[in-house]
């Protein structure tokens, strides 16, 4: 049975086309994927990501099952409110999830985790947390909207009662606070995003969920949709589970080395796995921009000079106005790199990405 938001309404009143994604119901566009996906990188647009799972953790020995649980090093986390992008590994060192932590206290942790990933996530963390006493909530009584484009962070502030403008202004990136909306709706807003934009992604009572989203659209910032946001996510450089990484490809192998902390003592689970990757891993993720016409697609060939690999995302990027992709080829330099498409061996250019940071393009795209 297709899943829904609490937003599901909304976005039908707003006009919204509305497509299954991972069981859930939820808007691809709202008239133009490529408007909103140009009004993200030049003002500022909404995301309903409420389909995204909340997690907590409690209990006196938390970080000390973290440590055990991710590839990151909890351990940078001693500030309230810090957050950390990691990934979360089975044995065999193929990535579960990747998600985000964040630190509330010594006793408390917060997960956010994917969507798609949601009961085996659940259940692999429930798993291993039995031996270290540590409580597993999901907590599906929070709805979450990002908020991502240059005056995105203005225009949630905003919306803030007075005392807590100035604290969540100065939320630096990757860390998080409590909040309260003129509304008087209490908020948990963290200076994250998946869009290369700042903004904030924002916790919210599911039951004022719908008032708050009301809230920013009077403020001015548009809602957007699942394909902006996979479009703004692939010019930043940023992974899709379930199409660019999952249970069989290691963090190395998804560019993800620098989520890694090999530090001296800590046996998280997958590490003898992925740790001799840190010199040489068997795959490698690359950038690739096509000049000629056409569009790049999942699952088209890719021939290198070491053998063959494949597109993991493609698309047409509105920014650049060229297709670019992501693929997984065989590690060493790959010479002239072409693509299959159609039969046709199209020539690519390899790149380094971000493609873009920051609305702007960068050098050598």
């Known amino acids: 049975m297709t899943q829904k938001t609490i937003l599901n309404d909304t976005h039908r009143a707003m006009g919204a086309k509305m497509v299954d994604f991972g069981g859930w119901d939820m808007p691809i566009h709202y008239g133009s994927q490529i408007e909103e996906h140009h ?28 440590r055990q649980l991710v590839a990151n090093s909890v351990d940078k986390l001693q500030k309230p409110g810090k957050a950390l992008y990691t990934a979360m590994l089975n044995p ?15 006793d408390w942790f917060r997960l956010v985790v994917n969507a798609a990933t949601r009961d085996k996530d659940i259940a692999w963390i429930t798993a291993q947390a039995r031996g270290f006493d540590v409580e597993v909530k999901e907590r599906p009584e929070f709805g979450m909207v990002a908020v991502q484009g240059p005056t995105a962070r203005a225009k949630v502030i905003d919306l803030l009662r007075e005392e807590d403008r100035a604290p969540v202004s100065k939320l630096v ?27 904030f992604e924002i916790i919210v009572p599911e039951d004022r969920t719908v008032a708050f989203w009301n809230a920013l659209h009077a403020g001015g ?3 957007a949709g699942l394909g902006a946001r996979d479009t703004l996510r692939l010019e930043a450089g940023m992974n899709l589970y379930g199409q660019d990484m999952d249970d069989s490809v290691s963090p190395y192998e998804a560019a993800l080395g620098w989520t890694v902390v090999l530090d001296e003592g800590r ?34 060939r890719v021939i290198t000079a070491n053998g063959d690999g494949e597109i993991l ?24 790199v072409r693509v299959d498409i159609r039969g046709k061996e199209v020539p690519v250019r390899v790149v380094k990405f971000p493609f873009v940071r920051d609305g702007k393009i960068q050098d050598g795209i």
């Open 221 to 223: 910032v548009a809602p």
């Open 267 to 300: 046996d998280f689970t997958g590490r003898s796995v992925i740790e001799p990757q840190a010199k040489s891993a068997p795959r490698q993720m690359i950038g690739l921009v096509m000049d000629e016409k056409g569009v790049l697609r999942h699952g088209q």
């Open 313 to 336: 995302s493609g698309t047409f990027s509105p920014t650049i106005g060229k297709a670019i992709a992501f693929a997984r080829v065989p590690a060493g330099e790959p010479g002239d």
């Open 173 to 199: 990136r990757f860390s998080a606070r409590e909040a309260r909306t003129v509304d008087g709706i209490d908020v948990f807003v963290a200076r994250t995003g998946y869009t290369g934009e700042d903004g």
């Open 92 to 106: 065999q060192g193929g990535v579960i999830d990747d998600l985000i932590i964040y630190f509330m206290s010594e």
């Open 39 to 66: 009004q993200v990188r030049r003002d500022a647009g909404m995301f309903d990501v409420s389909h995204m799972t909340v997690v907590d953790l409690r209990g006196a020995r938390t970080r000390e099952f973290l």
